[in-house]
């Protein structure tokens, strides 16, 4: 049972990375229990009492009278309330029925970020996914952060190897492309990140930003400089270069090709990334200086790097720079977290795989058994063997949150049938034939078993449902073990018997009980000490692991993987081609955003409209726009109409839109949402353009702005 001071109740904001504790008022209302307040809980080891606007407004979600609370199906184009048999009934006959008609990959299934903020996706989902055996397998991952989990299995042998700023000894944070003053750490769990920043200017440190736009981070840093969308890699590159150059190298004894690194990066001279750039040669020598001599510094690069071209590029630069200045497994660094249910160490996730097979139209490789979002749409509409005729979306909006995500939606209407998992009829379920709505937040178990493991520091905290779930509902993880057990008794090739009783098993089995399982066997704390502590259990700062803690097959770190090197050539050669006159888009977030699916929340959206076309007053005056008007940006993929705002917190030759926007679509319920100003920058996005990786480049496409109209 959840722990209770009179109407005080422990629990966790799970909406965001940061997973932050907090305290819940719980009073009696006219339909039953309810949250009247939320505030930080200062007795959680990790979050410190910290809470973000998205977390006092948790209780919205839970309240809001436009959530789905039983299933609805579509008759004659209407939605109508139906039974939960009958719903998943309706599911099973149909995924089963497209699988035994074309083959398993007539099915494509669909991830969204918040299935990696459940305990249930993660013990029942991701089983559930697996027995469908398709390979068009899709996520929100390759527009997140697959040039992470690629370049990690690359260099340390696993893919949630993502080494982790120590940023409560740091003394110098060098931060590209992220913005944690409003997203609270990105693949870098860090609440509480504006007192951290703080305590780490009062012991003399320093935080250097780089990014296109003067963002929340940058304005709270010691020195913010500007670079060009897309040329994150050619800077890094030069900074290794004058590692180099400079005699600043000094890597551990288990690291290999440290000469092999200095030929490759011998052309990318600070001169030459200033010409890309716009960052300075002097500046790029300073700031590697200033890093190779700090007293422990980490590089940091996040979403800004990882959505372009060449994110894989970057993130391989960035983990030289930290090996090479011999930051890399030190106090103060980077480091690998502990957490108390260890994936890596444990091997219950796999070290990581790519290009495994293809694409069957565009050829594009898969990663982790999962191709690109990018190419979804392509893989419905083009006919033939393998074609998609059947999808099912967990938990996810790709209609708003990936590349030409317009054309994805149409797409989604010329399937035979379509299913999904989620709590709103929004851009995305509005295609779908059958919705099965699960419990929210408040209404079930959760331990973070994702976020753990990319924290700060290493903690652990288990946090019981705060309201019971209601008679007639369904949790997130039942409904993926029902749907496993149908679907297994009408597939005609049901594999091997072991393997169905097995599964069988393990999706009938909670999702807390093998959690409790999952700590026992780990040995570092148990449920019973995680539930007499529901504000957390602090397990400690995070401290060296390396080489014992490598899964590279010798147990050393190579730093010139070929897939990853020889991806310089197409960076040359991009730099030899590349426009010097494009306007360029990137995306933005706001704090008070959380992706696509939280602007339903009134108190949220209240306030100055954050929807806007940020573009620099110069740029603005050279095309003949009026600060304030309506302007046309098109893409090679679409265009949008959308009001305009002058600022020099954007550097000129970039314009910036903000990521989850677009809810003006016929056929949603989600009265609040669609009353939000804002276009879909995913209506610009261009699925053609990929990293390595298979992630998609959201940031850097070319576009052009003209006055409506004209």
């Not at 180099?244 to 090709?257: H, I, N, Q, S, W």
């Not at 982790?368 to 033939?384: D, K």
């Not at 306007?583 to 409209?609: A, E, M, Y």
């Amino acid at each position: 049972m959840t722990t209770t001071l009179g109407t005080t109740t422990l629990g966790v904001c799970n909406l965001c990375e940061a997973i932050c504790g907090v305290e819940l008022t719980i009073e009696p209302g006219p339909t039953g229990d309810r949250v009247t307040g939320i505030r930080g809980n200062d007795a959680d080891p990790l979050s410190r009492g910290h809470i973000c606007p998205k977390g006092v407004a948790l209780a919205d979600i839970h309240a809001d009278p436009d959530r789905l609370r039983t299933p609805i199906k579509k008759v004659d184009g209407e939605w109508v309330e139906t039974t939960w048999d009958d719903a998943l009934d309706l599911v099973a006959d149909n995924i089963a029925k497209a699988i035994n008609t074309h083959g398993k990959d007539a099915l494509g299934v669909y991830l969204g970020n918040p299935n990696a903020h459940s305990l249930g996706a993660a013990t029942h989902g991701v089983r559930l996914v697996k027995a469908f055996r398709t390979r068009n397998r899709f996520s929100a991952s390759s527009v997140d952060q697959i040039p992470h989990q690629f370049v990690a299995s690359e260099m340390f042998g696993h893919q949630l190897m993502i080494p982790i700023t120590d940023i409560d000894r740091t003394s110098y944070f060098l931060v590209l492309g992220a913005n944690p003053m409003a997203s609270n750490g990105s693949l870098m769990t860090v609440p509480d990140f504006p007192q951290r920043l703080r305590e780490l200017k009062r012991r003399g440190g320093k935080m250097v930003v780089l990014d296109p736009r003067r963002t929340e981070t940058a304005k709270v840093a010691d020195e913010h400089l500007f670079v060009r969308p897309g040329t994150d890699a050619v800077v890094l590159l030069a900074m290794i270069h004058v590692l180099f150059a400079d005699g600043l190298t000094r890597p551990a004894a288990y690291v290999d090709d440290v000469e092999r690194v200095r030929e490759l990066v011998a052309d990318f001279t600070p001169e030459h990334a200033e010409s890309v750039s716009g960052v300075s040669a002097a500046d790029i020598r300073r700031i590697t200086h200033e890093y190779a001599g700090a007293d422990g510094a980490a590089a940091y690069g996040r979403i800004g790097l990882s959505t372009q071209g060449f994110g894989s590029v970057c993130q391989w630069a960035l983990n030289c720079l930290n090996i090479l200045s011999g930051n890399l497994d030190r106090e103060g660094g980077m480091l690998f977290p502990e957490p108390a249910v260890d994936f890596v160490k444990r091997g219950l996730v796999g070290r990581g795989h790519y290009d495994k097979y293809r694409s069957r139209v565009r050829n594009a490789p898969e990663y982790g058994g999962e191709l690109p979002v990018s190419v979804f749409a392509e893989e419905i509409e083009t006919p033939g063997e393998g074609q998609i005729r059947a999808v099912l979306t967990i938990a996810g909006n790709p209609v708003l949150s990936t590349p030409d995500g317009r054309r994805l939606g149409e797409a989604f209407d010329k399937l035979d049938f379509m299913a999904a998992v989620d709590i709103y009829l929004n851009e995305t379920t509005r295609h779908a034939d059958v919705i099965l709505p699960p419990t929210t937040a408040l209404e079930r178990d959760h331990y973070d078993l994702v976020f753990h493991a990319l924290a700060i520091r290493n903690t652990a905290r288990f946090s019981s449902a705060v309201f019971a779930k209601p008679d007639d509902a369904r949790h997130d993880w039942e409904i993926f073990r029902d749907l496993t057990l149908r679907l297994e008794r009408r597939r005609s090739d049901r594999g091997p018997l072991k393997a169905r009783l097995l599964r069988r098993a393990r999706v009938s089995t909670s999702p807390t009980a093998q959690l409790a399982a999952l700590l026992r066997t780990g040995r570092q704390v148990s449920l019973r000490r995680l539930r007499a502590h529901p504000e957390g259990v602090d397990l400690g700062p995070l401290r060296p692991s390396l080489p014992a803690g490598l899964k590279t097959r010798d147990g050393r770190v190579g730093l010139v993987p070929d897939l990853l090197v020889g991806d310089l050539d197409r960076v040359r050669r991009w730099l030899d081609e590349r426009p010097d006159d494009a306007l360029v888009l990137i995306g933005r977030r706001h704090k008070q955003d959380n992706n696509s699916w939280f602007h339903n929340s009134t108190r949220l959206t209240r306030g100055k409209p954050r929807h806007q076309l940020l573009m620099h007053p110069g740029d603005l005056e050279s095309r003949g726009i009026t600060d304030g008007s309506l302007v046309d940006v098109a893409s090679r993929v679409g265009s949008v109409r959308v009001e305009v705002a002058a600022t020099d917190d954007i550097m000129r030759g970039v314009v910036s839109l903000p990521h989850g926007y677009g809810h003006q679509q016929d056929g949603t319920r989600l009265r609040q949402a669609s009353k939000v100003p804002g276009v879909s920058i995913n209506d610009l996005t261009d699925p053609e353009l990929l990293d390595l990786s298979g992630n998609a480049a959201l940031s850097g496409v070319a576009v052009t702005v003209a006055a409506a109209g004209e």
